[in-house]
Structures are given as C-alpha cells and as structure tokens.
C-alpha cells in the first residue's frame, strides 16, 4: 500500500493506492460515516465496482444509498448538478456527511461541485474509476461543471477527505479512456519530471497493455507529483499550480469546439493541446524543436493525438474559445510553455494574434 499525504494543514488528507483497495474500502470510509448512511454517485458504466464497494461498506456495517449520474462530459452540466442536489437533499444529507463519488473526473468533479455548495459545504470522499481520476482529478480539490461559455468555468476549490485508489478497477476501462489518461501521465514528464518522462517513453507501451506494476508506479508518482504542488499553491494564485494547465489552454478550446459530445476526450484534448504548447515554444525560439518532436512521438506511439488533424477550426475561432480561459487576468493570458522537456513555465507575453497564426499554420 502507498499512502500519499496532500498536505494542507487542517484540510490535509490521505490518498491511499493499492490494488484489491475497492474489496477493503470499509475501514477506511466507515470512521467517515459516523454510523449514518453513505451515499455513493456513480455513473452507470461503473456497476460492478458500485456492487463491490457497496458489499466491502455493508461488511463494515455501513448502509448505502446509491445515486446514479448519467456518464461523459455532458454530465458537467448544470442540469445533472441541479437532479443532483436534488437528490441529495430529498435523502437527507447533512453537512457532516461525505458523499462518495465513485467514477472518473466528470463524476469527482460534479460530485465535489455539489458536495461544495449542498448546505453551504458537505464532506466527500474521492474513490476514481478512470487513469485520468486516479492521477489527476481525484486530488487537489478542484471541482466543478462546464458552462455554455467553456469548460470548468463554474466551480469550487473543495477538497476531499479521503482519496481511495484501487489500481484494479483499471481492468474494466475502454483502452481509449486508459490512453487519455495517460496523456496527464505524461505531463507530470514534461512539467518538470525530465526522467519520468523517459520512464514514460520505456514504460507507457506495458502501462496501456494493462501491466499493473507499471501502472501503479505511474498513479503513485503522479498522485505524489500533483500533492507537491496543489500543497505549493492550493488555489492557484502563485504561478506554481497553474503548471498542473499544461497544454490545457489549447485542450480546453478544443474540447469547447467539439461540444463536449465524447468526439474527443479530455486526455485527447489535453495530448494535441501539449504537443502544441512544445511547437509553440519552438516557433518562439524557446525550446529546442528535438524535444517538441520527442513529445509529439510519444504521443503518436500511444496513439494519442499530436496535433490539430481533424480539426477545422480557424485559429481565431480556437482563440475565441481561449479568451474564456480562468488564467485571464487584466487582458492577459498566460500560456504554458516549455524551454525543454520537464522544464515548463508561464509565458506573460503570448501574442493571441499570433497563436492564432501558429494555429493556422499547424497540419490538419
Ligand atoms: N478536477 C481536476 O483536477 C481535473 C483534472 C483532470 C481532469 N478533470 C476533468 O475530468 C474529466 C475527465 O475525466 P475522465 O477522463 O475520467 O472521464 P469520465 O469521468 O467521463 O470517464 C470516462 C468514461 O469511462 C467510464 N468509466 C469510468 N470508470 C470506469 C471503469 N473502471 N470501467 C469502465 N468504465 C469506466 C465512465 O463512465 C465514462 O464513460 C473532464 O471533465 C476533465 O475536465 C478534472
Ligand atoms: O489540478 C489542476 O490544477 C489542473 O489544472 C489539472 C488539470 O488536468 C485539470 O484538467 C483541471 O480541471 C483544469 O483546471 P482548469 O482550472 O483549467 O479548469
Ligand atoms: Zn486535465
């Protein structure tokens, strides 16, 4: 077992890592139920491991109450957020309770959004389904649903109490979903990670082949990774956590272009969006155009997307998407971007006019 501390003071907590966890989740949720009821929001695509979390609670002499979300991206909605708080509400749960959310990031991230606002703040607990949940959006406490104007644009700093994850529920996920995850795998390489992202490189090919010793290196130091720097800067305010945003500007304008149907996926959009933010950096004369071709060969070999193919976006049609970015400040967008492998920063004088032209000028 692998226990990694998210240390922020009073509201610090544990995410605990290892297989078979799910079976044995009772003693660790059963001091949180306080002999009240839990209530676990799933999506229906996650039965098996409701039943099996459902059956290691009752073990514990916890009753259940299970909540069913509908899955994807459309799911960050305020349309599921309102059913949602609903049906908190008509089951009666308290400000002292914690509410599971058992799924990927599109039900931590809802999830978290209710438990932020229900009663003015309620507990939850963080038990991620998918790669991308388990690495990424289960820890630091963002949270929070799409808005007609762009992606996470309505949300929450809220953390959790207790993150739980089970290596194992990997089995069942779609070999797409387990690729983007790996894309915010990788960017823990490329922030400022050179090795890991060599580990990457030697290890990602038996990562995605389902090897489950690669795969709970890969969780544990992501997991480490994201609590070192959501503990630098919980809400974003110092520069530090906005490295975590790394190819996400363009990703996120991608996905807002596609229209959040399932066409392409966070990861994806993540993937395209960091082999852009590396062309970028080149084409500024920052980074040596070896290693943006490195990372785009990564990518490529994970079958992951490296670029704009497919897309028929205008570059200002993408930029427009990217004026709603949270990093805006005073006119300004900050972009990530890279003097090398695992040397990203934040770029104060990014032209959108001429991210437009770079975009216009990518391969389609
Ligand atoms: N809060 C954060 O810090 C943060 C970080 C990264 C991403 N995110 C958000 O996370 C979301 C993407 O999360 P995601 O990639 O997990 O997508 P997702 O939650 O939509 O899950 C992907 C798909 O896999 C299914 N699924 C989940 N677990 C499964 C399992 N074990 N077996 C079979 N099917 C399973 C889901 O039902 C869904 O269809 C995006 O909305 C993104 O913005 C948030
Ligand atoms: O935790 C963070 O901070 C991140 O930026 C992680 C990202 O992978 C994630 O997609 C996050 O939801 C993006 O946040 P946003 O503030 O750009 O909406
Ligand atoms: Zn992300």
Redesign the pocket.
Known sequence: MTVVTVGLGERSYPVVIEPGLLARAGGHLAPLARGRRMVIVA????GP?LATLQAALSGAGVATEAVTTR???GA?SWASLERLCDRLLELGVERGDHIVAL???????LV?FAAAILKRSCGFVQV???L??QV??S??G???INARAG??LIGAFHQPALVLIDPD??D???PR?LR??YA?VVKYGLIDDPDFFGWCEANGAALLAGDKAAQVHAIAHSVAAKARIVAADERETTGVRALLNLGHTFGHALEAEAGYDGSL???EAVAAGMALAFRYSVRRGLCPAEDAERVAAHLRVSDLPDGLRGVTASGERLVEHMRHDKKASGGVLPFLLARGIGRTFLDRSVDLADIARFLDEEPR
């Open positions: 999506d229906g695509n996650v491991h899955a994807g991206e960050k799924g990927g990031g599109v039900v931590g991230d978290g991620p389904t998918t991308l949940a990424d959006s820890v630091g963002k949270t929070g992606k996470n529920v990997l069942t996920l779609p979903e983007a995850g915010e996926l966070h990861g």
